[in-house]
C-alpha cells in the first residue's frame, strides 16, 4: 500500500512539473544550453513555475549546483535591495521628513503610519536581516542603558580613528570603549588595521559578531587582547572573550583629531593657562604642540572627559519614552532641542 501511494505522490509531482514546463515553453523559455544571461534569465523564470532543480537542470542540460547557483544569486540580490530599503527607513533623514510632517500638520494621526512602518521594519530586521543598525541597537540598549546610563555614559556613532571609522564608541565618564561590528554579511578583511588604529585612542577594544561567524573571528583574535560580543540567534549579547586593557599604542595626535575647537582650547587652557598667540593659522598645530606634551594616560581622560561632556539633558529625557526599536536612531541622529520636544511629543 505505501508504495502504491509513493509512486502516485511521484506520479502527482511528474505531472505538476511537465505541466510547468509546458507553461514555461510556451512563454518562450524554451530548453537547451544557452549564454550566461540568458540561463539566468530562463532559470529564475521557470523557477516560479516548476519550483524542481532536478528538471530545471535537465531542461537547460546544466548541473543542479548552477541551478543553485542562479536562485541564490537572485536571493542575495534581492535581499541586499530589501536592506537597502530598511536602511533608508531606518535614518536620520527619514525622522526629519516625519518631524516636517507633523510639524505641518500639527497632529500625531499625521505620523502614525510612519511611526507603524519603523517599528514594522525593526520585526523584519529582528527576523530576517539583522544590518549594522540592529547590532547598534542592541548595544545601545543592553550596554548603555541597561549596564550604565546617560548620566555616565556617552555613545559615539561612525567615528573617523586615524584611517578607520569605528561603528560605535562608548565613554563611561573619561574611559572609553571602541566596538567594531561585523554582521553575518561582513568580512574580516579590514579587522587587523581597524584594531590597530582603535588601540590608539582607547585601551579596550570589542568586536561584534553573529554566532555563525564567532568561531572564524575567534581563531583570528585568540591570541590578541580584543574582546568578543555575540549577538544570539534569540537576539540577546553574550560576553565570549573579555577585553584586556592595552594602552601602549594610545597617540596623541589621533586622540586630538576627536576633539572640537572649543574642547581642544579648554584642555589646553585648564592644564597650561593660557593659549598660543599665534597667527590663525598655525594656532591648530600650535594646541597640538602643548596637548603632546600631556602625559599620554592624562591626556586620554582629559580628551574622554570633554567628549562625555557633550550629553545633553534632553537627550535623557527623550530616550526614557521611545521605543525600544528606536532609541539608537534617535540617540545618533543628534537633532537640535526643538527636534527633540518634537519627538517626545509624538512618543509621550
Same mark, same amino acid.
Request: glycine residues 4%.
Given at each position: 500500500?505505501?508504495?502504491?501511494?509513493?509512486?502516485?505522490?511521484?506520479?502527482?509531482?511528474?505531472?505538476?512539473? /511537465?505541466?510547468?514546463?509546458?507553461?514555461?515553453?510556451?512563454?518562450?523559455?524554451?530548453?537547451?544550453?544557452?549564454?550566461?544571461?540568458?540561463?539566468?534569465?530562463?532559470?529564475?523564470?521557470?523557477?516560479?513555475?516548476? /519550483?524542481?532543480?532536478?528538471?530545471?537542470?535537465?531542461?537547460?542540460?546544466?548541473?543542479?549546483?548552477?541551478?543553485?547557483?542562479?536562485?541564490?544569486?537572485?536571493?542575495?540580490?534581492?535581499?541586499?535591495?530589501?536592506?537597502?530599503?530598511?536602511?533608508?527607513?531606518?535614518?536620520?533623514?527619514?525622522?526629519?521628513?516625519?518631524?516636517?510632517?507633523?510639524?505641518?500638520?500639527?497632529?500625531?494621526?499625521?505620523?502614525?503610519?510612519?511611526?507603524?512602518?519603523?517599528?514594522?521594519?525593526?520585526?523584519?530586521?529582528?527576523?530576517?536581516?539583522?544590518?549594522?543598525?540592529?547590532?547598534?541597537?542592541?548595544?545601545?540598549?543592553?550596554?548603555?542603558?541597561?549596564?550604565?546610563?546617560?548620566?555616565?555614559?556617552?555613545?559615539?556613532?561612525?567615528?573617523?580613528?586615524?584611517?578607520?571609522?569605528?561603528?560605535?564608541?562608548?565613554?563611561?565618564?573619561?574611559?572609553?570603549?571602541?566596538?567594531?561590528?561585523?554582521?553575518?554579511?561582513?568580512?574580516?578583511?579590514?579587522?587587523?588595521?581597524?584594531?590597530?588604529?582603535?588601540?590608539?585612542?582607547?585601551?579596550?577594544?570589542?568586536?561584534?559578531?553573529?554566532?555563525?561567524?564567532?568561531?572564524?573571528?575567534?581563531?583570528?583574535?585568540?591570541?590578541?587582547?580584543?574582546?568578543?560580543?555575540?549577538?544570539?540567534?534569540?537576539?540577546?549579547?553574550?560576553?565570549?572573550?573579555?577585553?584586556?586593557?592595552?594602552?601602549?599604542?594610545?597617540?596623541?595626535?589621533?586622540?586630538?583629531?576627536?576633539?572640537?575647537?572649543?574642547?581642544?582650547?579648554?584642555?589646553?587652557?585648564?592644564?597650561?593657562?593660557?593659549?598660543?598667540?599665534?597667527?590663525?593659522?598655525?594656532?591648530?598645530?600650535?594646541?597640538?604642540?602643548?596637548?603632546?606634551?600631556?602625559?599620554?594616560? /592624562?591626556?586620554?581622560?582629559?580628551?574622554?572627559? /570633554?567628549?562625555?561632556?557633550?550629553?545633553?539633558?534632553?537627550?535623557?529625557?527623550?530616550?526614557?519614552?521611545?521605543?525600544?526599536?528606536?532609541?539608537?536612531?534617535?540617540?545618533?541622529?543628534?537633532?537640535?532641542?526643538?527636534?527633540?520636544?518634537?519627538?517626545?511629543?509624538?512618543?509621550?
Amino acid at each position: 500500500m505505501l508504495i502504491v501511494f509513493a509512486k502516485f505522490e511521484r506520479d502527482i509531482i511528474q505531472q505538476r512539473t /511537465e505541466t510547468g514546463l509546458d507553461a514555461a515553453r510556451k512563454r518562450g523559455l524554451i530548453g537547451g544550453r544557452l549564454a550566461i544571461d540568458g540561463k539566468r534569465k530562463g532559470v529564475h523564470a521557470l523557477f516560479e513555475v516548476v /519550483e524542481s532543480a532536478t528538471d530545471i537542470a535537465k531542461e537547460y542540460n546544466i548541473v543542479r549546483a548552477t541551478v543553485y547557483k542562479i536562485i541564490n544569486e537572485k536571493r542575495i540580490k534581492v535581499r541586499k535591495m530589501q536592506q537597502s530599503n530598511l536602511t533608508n527607513i531606518y535614518s536620520k533623514k527619514y525622522i526629519e521628513s516625519m518631524l516636517k510632517k507633523y510639524d505641518y500638520y500639527k497632529d500625531l494621526r499625521a505620523v502614525n503610519e510612519n511611526v507603524e512602518e519603523l517599528l514594522e521594519s525593526y520585526e523584519i530586521m529582528k527576523k530576517h536581516y539583522r544590518n549594522e543598525y540592529f547590532y547598534k541597537n542592541t548595544l545601545f540598549n543592553k550596554l548603555v542603558l541597561g549596564k550604565h546610563n546617560l548620566n555616565t555614559t556617552y555613545a559615539m556613532n561612525e567615528v573617523i580613528v586615524n584611517k578607520s571609522k569605528a561603528d560605535m564608541i562608548i565613554v563611561n565618564k573619561n574611559s572609553p570603549i571602541v566596538y567594531e561590528i561585523k554582521t553575518e554579511l561582513d568580512n574580516f578583511g579590514k579587522l587587523e588595521h581597524q584594531i590597530i588604529d582603535y588601540y590608539k585612542i582607547a585601551s579596550l577594544v570589542y568586536v561584534v559578531t553573529a554566532e555563525n561567524t564567532y568561531y572564524p573571528l575567534y581563531r583570528i583574535l585568540k591570541d590578541t587582547k580584543v574582546g568578543i560580543y555575540v549577538l544570539t540567534n534569540r537576539n540577546t549579547l553574550s560576553l565570549k572573550k573579555k577585553a584586556e586593557e592595552d594602552e601602549k599604542f594610545l597617540n596623541h595626535k589621533v586622540l586630538f583629531k576627536l576633539l572640537r575647537k572649543s574642547e581642544y582650547e579648554r584642555i589646553v587652557m585648564g592644564y597650561f593657562g593660557y593659549l598660543p598667540n599665534v597667527k590663525a593659522f598655525e594656532y591648530y598645530t600650535e594646541c597640538l604642540k602643548l596637548f603632546m606634551q600631556i602625559e599620554i594616560l /592624562e591626556a586620554q581622560k582629559l580628551v574622554f572627559n /570633554e567628549i562625555w561632556e557633550r550629553e545633553e539633558e534632553f537627550v535623557k529625557k527623550t530616550m526614557q519614552i521611545i521605543p525600544y526599536e528606536l532609541r539608537w536612531l534617535i540617540y545618533s541622529s543628534k537633532f537640535n532641542t526643538t527636534g527633540y520636544k518634537k519627538i517626545l511629543d509624538i512618543f509621550n
